[in-house]
């Protein structure tokens, strides 16, 4: 059994690390290869899309992880076979995390110089003239960042949004190993959020976390307290997850400056619970945090939730850190795969621990106190 205690330990110190593969990412490769190289290097918590199948893709990851702990450890990275907390992610309403972009590719002139697939940082947007594989977006890879929407010179892209809401799966997804859940809000949707917590009471006392994330805007102080009157029962451990810049990080180290302050203005509203930074996330974040004096002191034990950042989430910019290995893998005739035919990482040493050193470059920054 995974050692719970251990992931949520990190969040009361205050180095506390998520990785977010994406609410409506649903590469089941990638969801797998990330979340095993994430948990060798050192990962509280990994947070997927509210699907069985990417669901199953992660745990299967966090099984090969355990029997990787060994050597882990003699390769001289802390992971001890204390497993990151799995946490889906559910919204209330219409959000950029909870879309796919769509266009028919018929559509585009033959001319176009098609920016939209060299802008797209999941490489789910493909050209291709084959017979066997048709044009246009990738579902599973794209995860909603709308990078593309602008670009196209004809205006031809557009979203579809959806909610994903709890229903009758997730009981069946709690039973399946998840230990929290994320809620993605905005201002002004508190009957929307009310009615999704509704659904959700009756088995939010099984979770070990909830969190709730939000962008900024105009009384939104006022609105994270009147959800924090709703969520009863309480749950036993509570974020609120500062979405600064959304799906942003790996764009450039400035995109962090909007989730620092959102992270602030968070903090100063002595809410119960915990703040974790999120969107425009980046290895700049870290060093910003601590030249702010905003993280812990390494090697504290408590942190005080009032006047520190307790942790920090990475999505795109965790995930195009690891993209290059995981093109490799994507891109090779690999023999071992599992029953569905997807590439695993465990199975090419010389990328997995490569992976695992990549990943251990961001873990490693709120970690250990020290830049690398």
């Not at 699907?51 to 060994?70: H, K, M, P, R």
């Not at 050209?127 to 048709?134: A, I, R, S, Y």
């Not at 119960?272 to 700049?284: E, I, K, R």
Request: aromatic share 6%; glycine share 8%; net charge neutral.
């Amino acid at each position: 059994m995974t050692d719970l205690l251990a992931p949520l330990q990190s969040l009361k110190q205050g180095n506390w690390f998520k990785l977010i593969c994406g609410a409506s990412f649903q590469h089941l490769p990638a969801v797998r290869n990330l979340t095993l190289a994430y948990t060798l290097a050192g990962a509280d918590c990994v947070d997927v899309a509210a699907d069985t199948a990417v669901i199953a893709a992660a745990e299967e990851a966090l099984l090969v992880a355990q029997t990787l702990a060994g050597e882990c450890q003699e390769r001289g990275f802390a992971f001890t076979g204390n497993l990151p907390l799995l946490m889906v992610s559910l919204n209330d309403g219409e959000d950029p995390h909870f879309r796919k972009a769509e266009f028919n590719s018929q559509d585009c002139p033959s001319d176009c110089l098609k920016p939209c697939e060299k802008i797209c940082p999941a490489q789910a947007i493909l050209f291709n003239n084959t017979k066997d594989q048709l044009s246009g977006v990738i579902r599973e890879k794209c995860y909603g960042c709308g990078r593309c929407l602008p670009i196209c010179p004809y205006g031809i892209i557009y979203t579809k949004s959806y909610i994903s809401s709890p229903g009758v799966m997730t009981p069946l997804m709690i039973s399946k190993g998840i230990d929290a859940v994320e809620i993605h809000t905005q201002v002004g949707r508190l009957a929307e959020f009310q009615r999704l917590w509704a659904t959700m009471r009756p088995w939010v006392d099984k979770l070990k976390l909830v969190a709730i994330s939000c962008n900024d805007g105009e009384g939104l102080i006022d609105y994270l307290k009147a959800i924090y009157d709703l969520i009863v029962p309480r749950p036993q451990f509570l974020i609120w997850q500062t979405d600064g810049r959304s799906m942003s990080g790996d764009i450039g180290d400035g995109t962090t400056i909007a989730t620092v302050r959102l992270g602030q203005k968070v903090l100063t509203a002595n809410l119960p619970g915990y703040v974790q930074l999120a969107g425009g996330t980046n290895s700049y974040t870290v060093p910003k945090l601590q030249g702010m004096g905003l993280l812990n002191d390494f090697g504290c034990q408590d942190h005080n939730p009032t006047s520190k950042i307790a942790g920090v989430a990475y999505g795109s910019y965790a995930r195009v850190l690891l993209s290059p290995i995981l093109d490799q893998l994507e891109n090779k005739e690999v023999v071992n795969t599992d029953s569905q035919g997807n590439s695993r990482l465990e199975k090419r040493p010389e990328l997995l621990w490569e992976a695992v050193r990549l990943a251990h470059t961001l873990v490693s920054q709120i970690k250990s106190g020290r830049l690398r």
